[in-house]
């Protein structure tokens, strides 16, 4: 059994959050970077801290609320751990809005892309901007004066509004000093100016600017003294409890409108607020003054996303490119099932393309020896072929069964239309097991072939999600290897059925094995290296929470195993340290795409185990999720893994960040050594760039 470890071997998760947005901020400030995709970093950022506060400050909020007193494996309690993010937090959006303000704005601008303000319109603009208002904003605004008939308007989480502070009388001789607009949401944040006005390729307005600019208009006879934009984040947890609802899919419906007006957890107003308004919106919202956070800029600059979409200007974004696809697949009309009958088929996202799994279902979906299709679904978007096809396979009569999580978070929505249409067809849809979140991503299809039923899997380490397969770092292994096609049908009749967890031959799973079975295979590592052979760890994820692996991980390091970690976000092992953790090294990757894989290397006396998995080594994906991990068995495919998956991310030292002891990183830069940038590496090995189009 492992010895148990100190609370100052542990590194805060919150803080750890942050650390990675300081990662991926600092990739706004990369010069090397095209302007534009510097740009999508910077709201990257933004988004990232939306959700942040939504989900963790506001459980931590919600911890003290509580009374809790209990403390996190580092020690810290909500109390002393909240204090810490706001102070940091605070730090954190200042440094961004002001390199938004003094390196990103000025750089567009000498692009031709610039964002106009106010003060700086000419008649010209000025007259385009009032047609704009009165053609476009002012018919949809519906102003709300504060006195005792009009109280405080009840505030979208995240919605653009503004403070207005007024003086006169009205009509009715009332003289209320105060309004609230809401700005429409069906109105761009920002709005693209005509070349011949605007004196720019790409001039922008904001709407909050055009807002400002003839907010009068909306209060005829009265003095506008001031208009400050303000905008509220909220609590954005679903309170659904599994145990007692006895439809999921309906208490989930009830509980989704109620997410826009959770408890405020946050207030972002525009620096010139005046401290009366700043006074009376933390006093509405029950918010302290550390709960404050006054920017030099829109208080949305997440909504800025959209601009690269709306500037032709692929100088100033990062090359396109296009997946390729493996060589066994490439012939037109490949025949999938045959293929994967010579061979396992290993796909690396986003290097190769998503299509093949696309095409596998598709051909499922229209073969009449296929029977039945089985498949997990956690996120898939709100447009999905592979989801059009599932609903095609039903209405064919194939026995269609599909597992949805309801509660992946933010697409609970749309994970509702889908089930709804699946059911239309006559689909079986399930919602997984109360109480754990279906996360394993799987696809099973059945067929008849030569008067028996045979098997065919897809397993990966990313969503069914085409979009994302462009944007994240994935693996996914199509197999018809009989044992591991039996272990995901075992793992199916779970989700769908009752009775025991059976073994199973190669899965690991959670909640039942994977935890168990990862700690065997560190401390199989750990054996090995006390009898003196050699012993390796790599291990890639987005986060390393759980204690009692890291603590696995620091008895192996002691006993002389070398632990190589690519963790992406959150770590709270702490590397480095005499005596516990000196043989172990910890790096992210922060690069053009979001890196999204789970691997887990054992050198194992020469076996080199190699997994992939669904999961992180988190206390939710080992004991309160459905996951599965599985082996990659085919020896070259092995080989690729380690090769695609690990070792060039080893060997970054463009966009690897090192990690202390105190949970700080420092980016890798080459000095004497050739630059290595595994994104870079693995795009020239897979992709070729299109064709440039001619005009």
């Known amino acids: 059994m492992s010895k148990k470890f100190a609370p100052q071997q542990f590194l805060n998760r919150e803080l750890g959050q942050l650390e990675f947005n300081r990662r991926v901020l600092a990739q706004a400030e990369d010069a090397t970077i095209p302007l534009l995709e510097r740009l999508k970093y910077l709201c990257i950022v933004s988004s990232n801290l939306d959700e942040f506060f939504e989900i963790r400050v506001a459980g931590l909020k919600e911890q003290i609320k509580l009374g809790g007193i ?84 009840r505030v979208l989480n995240k919605s653009l509004n503004f403070a207005v502070e007024l003086q006169g009388k009205d009509a009715f001789g009332r003289n209320s000093a105060r309004a609230i607009v809401q700005a429409p949401r069906v109105v761009p944040r920002t709005i693209l100016m005509p070349p011949e006005i605007s004196g720019c390729e790409h001039g922008f307005v904001f709407l909050s600017s055009i807002l400002h600019a003839h907010v009068g208009e909306l209060f005829s006879g009265m003095e506008v003294l001031g208009c400050f934009q303000f905008r509220v984040t909220r609590n954005s947890n679903l309170f659904v409890d599994e145990e007692e609802v006895k439809n999921l899919r309906l208490s989930l419906q009830g509980e989704l409108p109620q997410r826009h007006f959770g408890d405020a957890v946050r207030l972002e107003i525009a620096d010139n607020c005046s401290p009366l308004i700043s006074g009376l919106l933390l006093k509405e919202f029950n918010l302290a003054n550390e709960d404050l956070y006054r920017v030099h800029g829109p208080v949305n600059l997440v909504r800025l996303m959209e601009i690269p979409d709306l500037v032709a200007r692929s100088d100033l974004k990062f090359p396109a490119f296009v997946p390729s696809v493996p060589g066994v697949l490439q012939k037109k009309g490949s025949d999938m099932f045959k293929v994967m009958r010579k061979s396992d088929v290993l796909l690396h996202h986003p290097y190769q393309s998503f299509k093949p799994v696309i095409d596998f279902i598709q051909q499922a979906a229209s073969d009449p020896q296929v029977l039945a299709i089985k498949q997990t679904v956690y996120r898939t978007g709100a447009d999905s072929a592979l989801m059009e096809a599932l609903i095609a396979a039903a209405q064919q009569g194939k026995e269609v069964t599909v597992v949805v999580e309801l509660l992946a978070r933010f697409d609970e929505e749309a994970n509702i239309n889908w089930a709804n249409r699946l059911e239309e067809v006559g689909a079986h849809v399930v919602y997984g097991v109360v109480g754990h979140k279906t996360h394993a991503k799987m696809l099973m299809v059945v067929r008849r072939e030569d008067g028996k039923l045979r098997r065919y899997v897809h397993l990966g ?235």
Not at 105 to 111: D, H, K, M, S
Not at 124 to 141: C, G, I, S, T
């Open 70 to 153: 209990a403390t996190s494996a580092d020690g810290l309690t909500a109390q002393q751990t909240l204090k810490l993010v706001l102070e940091q937090t605070h730090q954190l959006i200042e440094h961004q809005y002001q390199l938004f303000n003094t390196d990103i704005i000025p750089a567009l601008a000498e692009q031709g892309i610039k964002f106009l303000r106010r003060i700086q319109w000419n008649e010209a603009q000025q007259a385009w901007v009032k047609d704009f208002f009165f053609r476009e904003v002012m018919p949809v605004l519906t102003p709300i004066g504060l006195d005792p008939a009009h109280p405080f308007p």
């Open 461 to 695: 380490t990313g969503n069914y999600h085409p979009r994302t397969a462009r944007l994240y770092t994935d693996f996914g292994l199509f197999t018809c290897n009989e044992e591991v096609c039996a272990d995901v049908n075992e793992v199916f009749s779970q989700l769908t059925s009752l009775g025991r967890a059976r073994e199973l031959n190669h899965l690991w799973q959670s909640p039942f094995s994977m935890h168990v079975e990862v700690l065997r295979a560190i401390h199989n590592e750990t054996r090995l290296a006390l009898s003196g052979k050699r012993a390796h760890i790599i291990a890639k994820m987005n986060a390393l929470l759980e204690p009692e692996t890291i603590n696995a991980l620091y008895e192996a390091s002691q006993a002389g195993v070398k632990i190589d970690l690519i963790v992406r976000g959150v770590c709270a092992l702490r590397p480095g340290v005499a005596g516990l953790s000196e043989n172990i090294k910890v790096r992210s990757v922060v690069g053009r795409f979001l890196e999204h894989t789970r691997i887990f290397y054992f050198r194992n006396d020469l076996q080199h185990d190699v997994y992939l998995a669904s999961a992180d080594w988190m206390d939710r994906n080992f004991f309160r999720r459905i996951e599965v991990c599985f082996p990659v068995l085919d020896k070259k495919l092995k080989k690729r893994v380690i090769e695609e998956g690990l070792k060039v991310y080893l060997q970054d030292n463009c966009q690897a960040w090192d990690m202390d002891s105190a949970g700080h990183y420092r980016q890798k830069h080459p000095r004497r050594a050739a630059r290595k940038c595994a994104q870079t590496e693995l795009l020239k090995q897979f992709t070729h760039t299109p064709a440039k189009t001619i005009p």
